[in-house]
């Protein structure tokens, strides 16, 4: 079963505007959780993070919000630009464990 | 800082034989963890070492297996390949007991099993 779901494979943005990606998850023991960005032949790379003690963190044109009861999260991205096409995975961790539980991404396309 | 580095990038093996990764992770991180890759089940979990020892192991069968150095490089192997393992492999790293989690990728071996 999988307990990080990011139910859309992709979505396509125009520059400028806001790009939202959305994750959902079913265990309730996460405390913890994490937004990669992946470039072709390149490893994920680390964006940004929440504590589940939050329901917001943002940095820069980045913020991630967190709903608890809802189990949901997402990631806003303002203004968005080209060079921020990528797959973006979101992961989940819990109590103090280093194995990051992924979904299985969503591309992101922004057109110029 | 350097980064977490991978050996080889890309390797091609036949089905049946054996097959070990190298990961180097960032100076200073103890954490080296493993992912698989691929397009159908996306990045999935397999081991986590921390000073030489194995903390957290995912669903993957016995053929998959791990070290950890005492300089905190760590190793990966598969044995008796199968046409399902060709994946992209990622190894990353993090500080011992990081608070945030976050971890640190390498770009990945691509491996092919024909």
């Known amino acids: 079963d999988q307990q990080v779901k990011q139910n859309s494979p992709s979505l396509s943005v125009q520059e400028g505007r806001i790009s939202i990606l959305n994750c959902d998850y079913t265990?309730?023991?996460?405390?913890?959780f994490l937004w990669y960005k992946k470039y072709p032949a390149e490893g994920p790379t680390f964006l940004i993070s929440i504590s589940s003690i939050k329901d917001k963190n943002e940095d820069g044109r980045f913020t991630v919000f967190l709903n608890k009861s809802a189990k949901h999260l997402s990631l806003h991205i303002v203004p968005s630009q080209p060079g921020d096409s990528a797959v973006y995975f979101c992961?989940?961790?819990?109590?103090?464990?280093?194995?990051?539980?992924f979904g299985k991404g969503t591309k992101l396309t922004v057109n110029p | 800082k350097a980064g977490v580095t991978q050996t080889p990038r890309y390797l091609i093996k036949t089905r049946g034989q054996q097959v070990t990764l190298s990961c180097s992770p960032i100076s200073g991180h103890r954490s080296v963890s493993w992912y698989q890759q691929t397009p159908g089940q996306g990045l999935q979990f397999l081991f986590e070492?921390?000073?030489?020892?194995?903390?957290n192991k995912g669903n993957f069968p016995g053929r998959f297996s791990g070290r950890q150095f005492s300089n905190s490089r760590s190793e990966m192997n598969v044995s008796t390949l199968e046409l399902g393992d060709s994946a992209l492999y990622l190894c990353?790293?993090?500080?011992?007991?990081?608070?945030?989690?976050?971890?640190?990728f390498g770009p990945g071996t691509r491996l092919t099993v024909t």
């Open positions: 992961a989940a961790a819990e109590g103090g464990s280093e194995k990051l539980v």
């Open positions: 990353a790293s993090s500080l011992e007991l990081a608070v945030s989690y976050e971890q640190y």
């Open positions: 265990n309730s023991m996460f405390d913890y």
């Open positions: 070492y921390f000073s030489e020892t194995q903390r």
